[in-house]
């Protein structure tokens, strides 16, 4: 699989949208990819309804408290557009980028270069975001940007040390300039997402199913989607991005032989449960979540091992270890993997969460959570359809 075969150009939202215009204005960069609902549909809301829940927030962003714009205006507000930009070295990245756009910035621009990398790298999920601001050529449409290391997003793809970036990438994204030294890493990613959603799904599923599964990885533990999220957002992504799903992950499908395509049925698959095979999965996770599986586990297992024989060899060894991890995989596995999941994600969603409301500013932290509690409601209308709202 090639690195840049995610959805192509013709399967965007918004063909006219000036991606080149948006990163000409930033400072240089390695690799940058788009994503969400500003680039791809999200089923589960008529368009009347997607565009009242989006109704006047970006007037409200561009202009806080300036006067309210027309209705028939309002209702016209397509959604914010989401990227992610990894740099070298995010203290010179934001030093340059503050000379060349210092109104991006909330309060924190007058802290510095160094110290909004410093915050940059040392919590959250190692993201900062400029939020809410106008799209060049589109002053009526709002976009947002994260600036993440090259060096924290290999780490995030390969290690799922915060699921974010890692996260946004297991789903269909636009990848705005390609980065090779990446493409190894984003291979292991989408082959983890995978192995996690195997760990979680029974012996037959669907294709939908399947994808499901994957979307909603990178969401379990996420605070937002207690009270903040649509919460039919993960079916609602799928519904609308199923060949995108296909497209991404169709290469990586091949590569797993205990997986099985139901030549009867198109869109369904099979999968070999053996202890061995489940073990392997497990073994293969991530090193994040394989912290929060191996010491309660699979640590009292290989000492137990351990003081039984003596080891002799390597291959005594990896048999040992190998044994231990198929003693991990009966029948609390799945509860096991989603409990590390949710660990992973809750974390690192809480103090990115929290680190927003810095770095885009108290107004803007305040309207956007508005806003996706205005899409809360609406979700919570299609999901209880006896209340009428």
Do not use: C
Not at 59 to 71: C, E, R
Not at 115 to 127: M, S
Not at 261 to 278: E, I, N, T
Not at 313 to 339: F, H, N
């Amino acid at each position: 699989m090639q690195f840049h075969k995610h959805p192509r150009d013709e399967l965007v939202h918004d063909k006219n949208m000036p991606y080149d215009a948006i990163l000409q204005k930033l400072p240089a960069i390695d690799f940058a990819f788009a994503y969400g609902s500003g680039v791809f549909g999200q089923d589960g809301y008529s368009d009347h309804e997607q565009k009242e829940a989006i109704r006047g927030v970006n007037d409200q962003l561009l202009q806080p408290g300036g006067s309210t714009p027309s209705a028939n205006m309002q209702l016209k507000r397509p959604p914010m557009l989401d990227l992610v930009v990894a740099v070298r070295n995010p203290i010179e990245w934001h030093r340059e980028n503050l000379e060349r756009n210092w109104k991006d910035y909330s309060i924190l621009r007058y802290l510095g270069a160094e110290r909004l990398g410093q915050i940059q790298e040392d919590y959250g999920a190692a993201l900062y975001y400029n939020t809410a601001l106008p799209v060049p050529g589109h002053p009526n449409r709002v976009m947002k940007y994260g600036i993440i290391s090259t060096h924290a997003l290999r780490r995030d793809l390969v290690d799922w040390q915060w699921m974010y970036a890692a996260g946004r990438m297991q789903k269909p994204v636009k990848i705005l300039k390609a980065y090779e030294a990446l493409a190894e890493a984003q291979r292991m990613n989408l082959r983890s997402a995978v192995r996690a959603a195997l760990l979680l799904l029974p012996e037959s599923f669907s294709d939908f199913d399947l994808f499901t599964m994957i979307a909603g990885l990178s969401y379990r533990g996420d605070f937002r989607m207690t009270f903040g999220e649509n919460p039919r957002k993960v079916k609602n992504i799928v519904t609308s991005n199923l060949p995108h799903f296909h497209e991404l992950y169709s290469p990586v499908l091949a590569t797993f032989s205990s997986l099985t395509a139901a030549a009867a049925d198109k869109g369904r698959f099979s999968q070999d449960l053996s202890p061995r095979v489940r073990a392997s999965h497990l073994r293969q996770l991530p090193m994040a979540l394989r912290q929060f599986l191996v010491p309660r586990k699979l640590r009292d297992v290989m000492s137990s091992e351990r003081s039984t024989k003596i080891v002799h060899s390597r291959e005594e060894e990896d048999k040992a270890l190998r044994d231990a991890w198929e003693q991990l995989s009966g029948k609390k596995t799945s509860k096991m993997v989603k409990l590390a999941i949710h660990k992973v994600v809750a974390r690192s969603s809480l103090t990115q969460g929290f680190k927003g409301v810095f770095t885009a500013g108290v107004w803007k932290a305040l309207v956007y959570s508005l806003h996706k509690m205005n899409k809360y409601r609406i979700g919570m209308g299609k999901s209880n359809p006896t209340n009428k709202m």
